[in-house]
Structures are given as structure tokens and as C-alpha cells.
């Protein structure tokens, strides 16, 4: 499901671009939860995407006159916050480990009461990063392949391959929820 | 039973990605009598409602407050000049006004130079998030900026060469001494600054309050407040929209307040506070360069 926030991209762009600081609280004020949110389901770490929706939105700030208005502010927004979770995954060497050592919930623990919950960010945490930031941006945030493709820096046709192979490894892997 | 086992069909493929793109109705009629389509679409849709019964993460409360909170000032853009309303002669002018100004775009973008580094405790080296750094050339603020929170880290941009001072500044820190940097153009210069703590300040003492105005009277927002006392920095602030920073200082007797503005000389302001307690206000003018 797309945010309600998209329409106050053009509105509050060119404001934003002349330097009014109300708008810029207004774009954090909408955007700063679903960007925390995307980063929080990347790096299953909710003080990291503390920090890094702050970062996102301090480049923002820096960046705010360059904004392509074209593009769209969510579209960038997103980009950003993207790049940051791949590059704080990549210094930490999460994408081996999750990919070494992650396994589908059993269904002993799920019956131990395990919550779905629990599961779902295991699961998305044993995916590689570019598969999940692909399966967030399709599932929690409503992007269309295209506005995948340009977030994070793939063709569209490539876009849909990682969405399929997410899907694909994130039914084996909530393959005892999903039954 | 999974589509896998079902006979395989040549659709499938397209189907599922119809249904990715939100476009599910472009194949409706082909799933309604595949049974490979409909389960495949099926274990999609069961997928997504377990993926979204998830519930949404929250920032912690005050995440907005402090993405302000380590703002710059924010600074609008030159106004437009009157003679763009020139209608006659305004192709001719704005053609040669362009050809100049790519030119000397060209020649300075050619000559600056950046700097960029980290903040960091002398003892451990760790890095501080969210501390500041302020870059001088001779009095004058040429910039302030607050380091990243994840690594401590700083850039400035678009230097002029020559010989900068930086000063980092954090709360809880030994007040610092400047360190030069030169800036060589088409060049990155690299300065790690370091900090070193001191006891943590206690949550009370004496609000001050700083109204910072320039030579004209106008508020300065996002100038920055420091509050040094007893050779300690113990609070920092970025002034408001309105030009006021609140600072705390944790003990009475002799302090100073440094305040650095962009494109302002930096400017102190020296007082002595009375045992009392009772908050006082500090004006404080900047002179713009």
C-alpha cells in the first residue's frame, strides 16, 4: 500500500528548494516514518535506521536545491535511504552472514509461539540485500518495478527478477507459516 | 497442493508479474480457468498478507525533533534580479549573462577545494556523533555543520584555497584549540579533530538564554551557541527561527558564550553568573562580513 504522502512531493519541492524551513518539516514530518520503516525492515536494527533516516534527511537538507523535481522527493528519498542501508550492510559484512546463517523457522518454534511476526524479519533477513530492498519497496511501500529500477540503480526487467527470487526464498523460508 | 505440482503453463511467468506490477486484471480471464496460474497467484497473495501482518516499525519518539536539532540554518536562495524583466533585451543579456557565468562556474569550480574528517574522543578514538565542527578563515565563519550520527564524520565543500582553522565542538569536552587545515584546489584535505571529555555535566544549572541578532537586528537562526565555563564546553545550541538558543550552564561564576554564524565574524560575549540560579538572557549582535 503506497503512503498518503505522495501528492505533497510537487507542492512542497520547489518551497523547499528556495530554502522555507517549514516546508522542510513538513516532508519530515510525512516522510521521516515511512523512511525509518524501509530502513528498519533492511537492517532489522531500529537504532541504525534511527540514524539513518537522520542521515537521509540531513543529505536532504544538503542536496535540497539539486533535487531533480521530475523525479520525485519520495523517489529520492528512498534512493538515499537505500544506498545508506546497502553501504551500512556491506562495512558490517551482514549480506554474508545473513545469506550463510539464516534458516526457514522450523515449525517446532513456531508452535513454542514463536510470532509470525518474528519470522517475517528473519526471513527477510535472509534474503541478499538487493532482494530485499526489492521486496520491501514492492510489499510495504506500494513502488511499482519501474520505481524499484530507479532506486536502486537496476533495470526494470532486472528489478522484476530479484522481486521474483524474493518471493521465491521468502516462500521457502515461510514455508511452516505459510502452510 | 503448490503449482509446482499442477501442469506447468506458459503464462505463468507473465501473470505473476502482472500481478507484481498491480495490474492482476490484464490475465483475469487466463487465471480463471488455469489452475497453475490461479495457485501461483494464490501462494503470491498468501505471501504478501503474511509478509504484511508484520506490524510496522516506529521511530522513537523525538526522531524529528532531532533531525532539526542537527539542521544548519536553512538558507534562501538569492532573490531574482530586476533586470530579468527587461523584455527587449532580456535574450541577448541572459545569453551573454550565461556564457560568463558557465565560464567562471568553469574557473572556480577548477580552483576549490574540500575538506572532510572525523570527530573523535582522544581517548579510544571513538567517533561523536552529532558534535559540530566550525571552519574559520581568520574571524570569519565560513561554515558550521554537525557530524554524521553514524560515524562522526564532516565534509566541507566548495573551498576557496588557503589556510582554514576547524574547531569541533561537542558537550561534555575540554574546550578545544583550533587545528589548521590548507585547502588545495580540485582536492579533498583530510582532518581527523579530536576531543576530549570531561566529566559528564550534570542535568541542572542556570538556563541561558542567547538572542543572536546581526548588525541590522535580524535574528541569525542556526548560529551556533557554545557555553564555555571553567575551560569546559558543557552545552552547545543551534539558535531557532527566532535567533535563540537555550543553553544550561552547570555552575555560577565566570562564562563565555562563542556563537558562530556562515558569512558572520564570530563573536563571544563574557558575563559572570550570580549564585542564584535564576535564569538570565544574553543579546549577542553578529557582524556580517
Same mark, same amino acid.
Given at each position: 500500500? =503506497? ?33 525509518? +520503516? ?31 523535481? +521530475?523525479?520525485?522527493? =519520495? ?21 554474508? =552472514? ?82 | ?6 501442469? @506447468? ?17 490484464? /490475465? ?7 489452475? #497453475? ?41 538569492? @532573490? #531574482? ?18 556564457? &560568463? ?42 561554515? &558550521? ?35 589548521? &587545515?590548507?585547502?588545495? @584546489?580540485? /582536492? ?48 552547545? #545550541? ?13 555552575? #555560577? ?25 535564576? @535564569? ?10
Amino acid at each position: 500500500m =503506497r503512503e498518503s504522502a505522495a501528492g505533497v512531493d510537487a507542492a512542497v519541492l520547489g518551497r523547499l528548494r528556495e530554502g522555507d524551513r517549514s516546508a522542510f518539516e513538513t516532508v519530515l514530518r510525512v516522510y521521516h516514518p515511512v523512511i525509518f +520503516r524501509f530502513a528498519a525492515r533492511m537492517l532489522g536494527d531500529p537504532e541504525t535506521a534511527s540514524d539513518i533516516a537522520q542521515q537521509t534527511f540531513l543529505r536532504l537538507h544538503a542536496s535540497r536545491r539539486r533535487i531533480d523535481p +521530475r523525479r520525485g522527493l =519520495r523517489s529520492w528519498l528512498f534512493t538515499v535511504a537505500q544506498n545508506l542501508c546497502t553501504s551500512h550492510l556491506r562495512r558490517r559484512g551482514l549480506e554474508a =552472514r545473513a545469506l550463510g546463517s539464516v534458516r526457514p523457522p522450523a515449525a517446532r518454534d513456531l508452535a513454542e509461539g514463536v510470532a509470525v511476526g518474528e519470522a517475517v524479519r528473519e526471513a527477510l533477513a535472509g534474503l541478499p540485500p538487493d532482494q530485499r530492498a526489492v521486496a520491501i519497496l514492492r510489499e510495504y511501500h506500494g513502488f511499482t518495478h519501474e520505481e524499484i529500477a530507479r532506486i536502486v540503480g537496476c533495470s526494470p526487467g532486472a528489478a522484476r527478477v530479484k522481486a521474483h527470487r524474493a518471493r521465491e526464498r521468502l516462500k521457502e523460508l515461510l514455508r511452516d507459516v505459510l502452510d | 497442493m503448490s503449482s509446482t505440482e499442477r501442469a @506447468p503453463c506458459a503464462l505463468t511467468h507473465d501473470v505473476l508479474d502482472a500481478w507484481l506490477d498491480g495490474r492482476p486484471g490484464r /490475465h483475469a480471464a487466463h487465471v480463471g480457468g488455469c489452475a #497453475a496460474c490461479a495457485a501461483a497467484i494464490g501462494g503470491y497473495e498468501r505471501l504478501s498478507a503474511v509478509l504484511r501482518s508484520d506490524p510496522s516499525p516506529e521511530p522513537p519518539a523525538g526522531a524529528c525533533a532531532a533531525v532539526l536539532g542537527a539542521l544548519p540554518a536553512l538558507k534562501p536562495l538569492p @532573490p #531574482a534580479h530586476g533586470w530579468v524583466a527587461t523584455r527587449v533585451l532580456a535574450p541577448a543579456v541572459a545569453l551573454c549573462v550565461l556564457a &560568463v557565468a558557465f565560464g567562471s562556474w568553469l574557473v572556480v569550480s577548477q580552483t576549490k577545494g574540500a575538506v572532510s574528517g572525523g570527530v573523535h574522543w582522544r581517548a579510544g578514538h571513538q567517533p561523536i556523533p552529532d558534535a559540530w565542527v566550525v571552519l574559520l578563515q581568520g574571524e570569519e565563519v565560513v561554515a &558550521v555543520t554537525s557530524t554524521s550520527a553514524l560515524r562522526g564524520g564532516f565534509r566541507f565543500e566548495d573551498l576557496r584555497p588557503g589556510r582554514y582553522d576547524a574547531l569541533p565542538f561537542s558537550a561534555c569536552s575540554v574546550l578545544p584549540a583550533p587545528v589548521s &587545515v590548507q585547502i588545495e @584546489p580540485n /582536492h579533498t584535505a583530510r582532518l581527523p579533530l579530536f576531543l576530549d571529555s570531561c566529566a559528564p555535566v550534570p542535568p541542572t544549572g542556570t538556563p541561558v538564554h542567547v538572542q543572536i541578532a546581526d548588525d541590522r537586528g535580524a535574528p541569525v537562526e542556526g548560529a551556533l551557541t557554545v557555553l564555555v565555563q571553567g575551560g569546559r564546553v558543557p552545552s552547545i #545550541a543551534s539558535a531557532n527561527a527566532q535567533g535563540r538558543s537555550a543553553l544550561l550552564a552547570p555552575e #555560577a561564576g565566570p562564562l563565555t558564550v562563542w556563537c558562530y554564524a556562515p558569512g558572520y565574524d564570530r563573536a563571544s560575549l563574557d558575563t559572570t553568573l550570580p549564585p542564584s540560579g535564576t @535564569p538570565i538572557r544574553l543579546d549577542l549582535k553578529l557582524r556580517r562580513r
